[in-house]
Structure formats: structure tokens, C-alpha cells
């Protein structure tokens, strides 16, 4: 797969399992810098073989003093290349590096008043934009107790001693609190100096590259073959379709699974916008009947989703079964829908129909290439999707819209 020349050097974001992480990856590209999200058990080589310009480290559920508790390759920290750690990636900076993290009993939720202190020659780099006391949003129980040998805090709060800390001569920060949140006050600039300072980033990426990336690299990846995606209604795969067929125009077929649970007059909304606006050829699938049979007296919502979900999918095998053609197959998800059904560092919030409970057959691939939400979505709203469908809303079980493809092969 092609990379544009503007993500030659991303700030790659390590997940330790955050529900914010996929938001500090959208922060940073915000700022106009290229970011991406590795899983936590990327080794130190793998991540200099990427030649980051900074590295991000989330945070998570877990306690760092815990067994079994996500840990970083000790020896990215001596890679050189600039580290932030935010609340667990901060402990774990701490934790890893010589310094103390207690249990102190209390811990700190919402919004908190952090002090910046002076314990330095100079005041922080990442706190120049911010005034000496300001409102974070905090969500941790444990603390940093004392800073590692060769670090400095460079701030407080009533009940963590150590809310920053860092060692600029080695590039590395760490904050208890959540810059990425609208929450804390001038979070964003507190990223965008670790960024454009810490870093040397320049802020050259932009959002509109990402449809012409995506475009050529679907392009390359399916060549002459043909491909199947299934609709649900939803922003998340109208617009992976819509880049897909971009990409490859009469070679794609959708498959509408119509679940019945869409607004009134939504489903002729999606056929017509795709066979009359963008000549798609599609597969309309009525299946209101089977979706509510499947639904009927079944009150707890996670029953629903796993529903949902495994229904969604055996309606599109079935249609698919008739496209025998087909190798490659696309699927619109977005990245919080995976967190929010749980992963091996992430507690399950709610399942999603096409993460969490489905089971697709062994005729399908699962290896499937993604454009999260917040990389795509506000270009591909205005690029390939049209506004009344990219403003749809989604059935039971579905989260917050998102512009998400992946085209992955089919086996045999």
C-alpha cells in the first residue's frame, strides 16, 4: 500500500487499551501533524524502523503496578525519538524510568486545578501557553509519587505531587491529566508544543490528502478484481462505499441489508442515493421482518447489539453467497466501536454489530485496511459522500457516525 510523502514521519500514538486514544490521534492531527494508532506490544525496533518525530503514549484502564498490566518496550525509551505520556502512559513513564506510583487512596476524577511549579532552571516547554494555575480533567486513581531519576515535576495538584513530569534532555514528558479533552484548559496547545517544540513538527498534513491517498491505495490493492460491501444505512458504510467506488467505480456491489430499524423513508433514501447519484450497482435486501422476529419480547440492550450483529451478518452472507465473484470485501467501522467492544487492554463498554458478537463465516477475510472517523470523515463529507446520506443516522446498536473503509480479500 502506497505511502503519501506527508506521513513519512507520523507521531505514532501507542494504545494501552484508552478510550481517548483514537481522540489524541485526532488532536494531533488537528494540528496538522500525521498521526497513527500501534498497539502497545510494538517493540522498540519496529518503532525506529517507522522513524516517528514523537511518540504518545495513552492512557488505560489498568493500574501499572498490577500483574499483567501493559508495559513498553524498555528500550524505546532510548530510541531518541521524542515521548509524551499522558495519565497511565505518564505512570508508566514513571513506573519504567525509576520513579514511584502509589495507590494514594483518593485519586482524582473530572475536573481538577493543577499549579505549575518551578522546580527547574526553566520553566517547561510544554506550559508556556497556559497560565501558572488551570483546570485539567483528570481520571485516575493511582499517582506519581516521585519523579524518576534525571526528571523534574513541573506540577502539582491537591493530590498528586507529581501531575508533570520530565527530562528534557532526553525528550521525554509525561502529564497525569488529559490534554485531548476540551475539558482541560488549553490542552491543545500544551499538544501542539510537544509537537511543533519537543518534536520539530511542522504543520503540514492535511485532511484532504486522505481521500486521494485512500483512492490510490484501494486502487492498488484490488486492481481488476471485484468487490462486495455491505450498507446498513449508516454514515459509517455509506462512505466507505463511497471512497471504494471512488476508487473503482462498476467493479464494487453493495449489499443493503434493510434491518428495518433505519428512520421512516431512510432506506429509499440510501437506494436511491447510490443507484441514482452514484450508479452503484446494489443489492437491496428486505429484511425489516427477520431483524424484528429476532428482536421480539428481548428487553437487556447488549442482547439486542449481539442480535443485531449476528443477524446483520448471516443476512449478508446469504446475499453475498449469489456474488461468487467477489474478492475483496469492504466493511465501515470506526475505531472507538472496537474499544467500546472491548479488547484484550480495553473494558467492553457495549458491543457494535460489526465488532463485538458477530462472527462472520470462514469464506471472509478479517484483515481489512481502516480510515478512522477522525482521519476521514469531514473530507469524505465533502469529497465523495453526499450530504444526505453522510447525515444519516444508524440503526440500534450502531455508535456515533464514521467515515471508515477497509477492503480486505475473500479466501478460496
Known sequence: ??????????????????????????????????????????????????????????????????????????????????????????????????????????????????????????????????????????????????????????????????????????????????????????????????????????????????????????REQVRSERVICGLSGGVDSAVAAALVHKAIGSQLTCVFVDTGLLRAGEADQVEATFREQFNVDLVHVKAADRFLGALDDIVDPERKRKIIGETFIRVFEEAASDLGDARFLVQGTLYPDIIESGTKDAAKIKSHHNVGGTTCSSSWSSRCATCSRTKCEPSARSSVCPRRSCGASHFLGRAWPCASSGASPRSG
Open 1 to 218: 500500500m502506497t505511502v503519501p510523502d506527508n506521513t513519512a514521519s507520523p507521531v505514532l500514538v501507542i494504545d494501552f487499551g484508552a478510550q481517548y486514544a483514537q481522540l489524541i490521534a485526532r488532536r494531533v492531527r488537528e494540528a496538522h501533524v500525521y498521526s497513527e494508532i500501534v498497539p502497545h506490544t510494538v517493540t522498540a525496533s519496529e518503532l525506529a524502523a517507522r522513524r516517528p518525530a514523537g511518540i504518545v503514549l495513552s492512557g488505560g484502564p489498568k493500574s501499572v503496578n498490577v500483574a499483567g498490566a501493559p508495559l513498553l518496550d524498555p528500550d524505546v525509551y532510548e530510541l531518541g525519538i521524542p515521548v509524551l505520556g499522558i495519565c497511565y502512559g505518564a505512570q508508566l513513564i514513571a513506573r519504567q524510568l525509576g520513579g514511584v506510583v502509589d495507590g494514594n487512596g483518593k485519586g482524582e476524577y473530572g475536573r481538577t486545578s493543577v499549579t505549575l511549579t518551578s522546580d527547574g532552571p526553566a520553566p517547561s516547554v510544554l506550559f508556556g501557553a497556559v497560565p501558572p494555575v488551570f483546570d485539567v480533567w483528570m481520571s485516575h486513581f493511582d499517582a506519581i509519587a516521585e519523579a524518576p531519576p534525571g526528571f523534574r515535576s513541573t506540577a502539582l495538584t491537591a493530590d498528586a505531587p507529581v501531575a508533570a513530569l520530565e527530562d528534557p534532555s532526553r525528550g521525554i514528558f509525561g502529564v497525569q491529566f488529559h490534554p485531548e479533552v476540551v475539558h482541560t484548559h488549553g490542552g491543545q496547545a500544551i499538544l501542539k508544543a510537544f509537537l511543533y517544540d519537543v518534536c520539530g513538527c511542522r504543520p503540514a498534513w492535511t485532511m484532504t490528502s486522505v481521500i486521494e491517498a485512500s483512492v490510490e491505495a484501494i
